[in-house]
Structures are given as C-alpha cells and as structure tokens.
C-alpha cells in the first residue's frame, strides 16, 4: 500500500486503531449504501417477522451502537449516558421522523464516535460500564470496543442485504 491518497489506492494504515477504524468504516459505507435508492414506504416496511425496519435499524446503529459504545462506554459522557434509549427505542422511528433525518443522525453519530476513536489511546479502559445492561465488564479497551462494534455493524449490514434483496431484488456485491 502507499501513502499517496490521489493515486486512488489505499493509504498506508500506520497504527492499529487506523486500521480497525478503516475497516469499521468500510461496513458504514455497507450500511449507508445497501439502503440508498429505497423510498421512504420500503425504508419503513418490515420485511422479516420480527417487524423491524432498515430505517430503525440505521437508527439502531446511530444511537445504540455509535452513541453508546464509543460516547457513553469509551468516553463516559454523562449527557450521552443520560440520554440512551431504554428497551427497543433505538429501533423506533415515529412517522413525523424523516427518513434524511435518520440518516444525517447516524453520520452525526459516525463524526462523533471517529473523534472519540482517534483521540483515545488503543488500550484504554471503558470509562463507563452499564453493569445493570452487561453484567462485570466484557470489553476492557478501545481495541476491544471497535471490535465489538465492527462486528455487528457488519451483522446488521448483513441484515440489511438480505432485506434489501426481499424488497426489490438489490443486491449490493455480487461475486460472479
């Protein structure tokens, strides 16, 4: 890899936390580009039995997973802890909610959590642990943190693959 971002080939990672950023982001972009092209009625329509739908996801994702890991757990930011959704909120989006609503929180979200994972050292302990949520704390670092996250963000864009295919048939990477 080289460092020469104009050349259009990746830069080159230089410590370990740019490198699991890298990869978060890349299953960001998954989220954000599996939905692009929907209405706002397929964005809404629960598709599995369970009833979710990809805009309560995305919306999930924003403050159940953006908010609450790297705000409240790697930062401790009081006003965020105060502030988390109970129960299935983060899943529920009301109708007066727009969809470019949902969306602009979850990029919100994204800018606010890259500045948290940038400016905090890699092995950092949690500053915040909801022990009435997780039990004793499971993750024990930033590393830990963004490998968590990583993982089910790249679930739910799996989740919102098969999804998308079940609406209208996109599918967003097709190995031939």
């Known amino acids: 890899m ?21 990869f978060l982001s890349g299953q960001r972009r998954h989220v954000l580009g599996i939905l692009e092209g ?20 995305v919306q ?6 953006e908010r609450f890991w790297f705000g409240a757990v790697v930062l401790g930011d009081k006003d965020v802890i105060d502030s988390l959704p109970h129960g299935d909120e983060g899943w529920t989006v009301g109708l007066e909610t727009a969809s470019a609503e949902v969306f602009a929180q979850y990029r919100r979200e994204i800018e606010r959590a890259d500045a948290v994972i940038t400016t905090t050292a890699i092995d950092a302990p949690p500053a915040y642990w909801p022990r009435e949520l997780f039990g004793e704390p499971h993750l024990h670092s930033l590393r830990d943190v963004l490998l968590h996250v990583i993982t089910e963000t ?23």
């Open 60 to 65: 999930h994702l924003a403050l159940d997973v």
């Open 2 to 22: 080289t460092d020469d971002t104009n050349s259009g080939t990746t830069p080159a990672l230089r410590t370990e936390a740019e490198a699991l950023l890298h």
């Open 154 to 176: 790249a679930c739910h864009a799996g989740h919102l693959d098969a999804v998308r295919e079940l609406l209208d048939g996109h599918r967003w990477l097709v190995l031939t």
């Open 38 to 57: 929907l209405d706002e009625e397929a964005l809404r329509r629960p598709v599995l039995p369970s009833g979710w739908n990809c805009l309560g996801l």
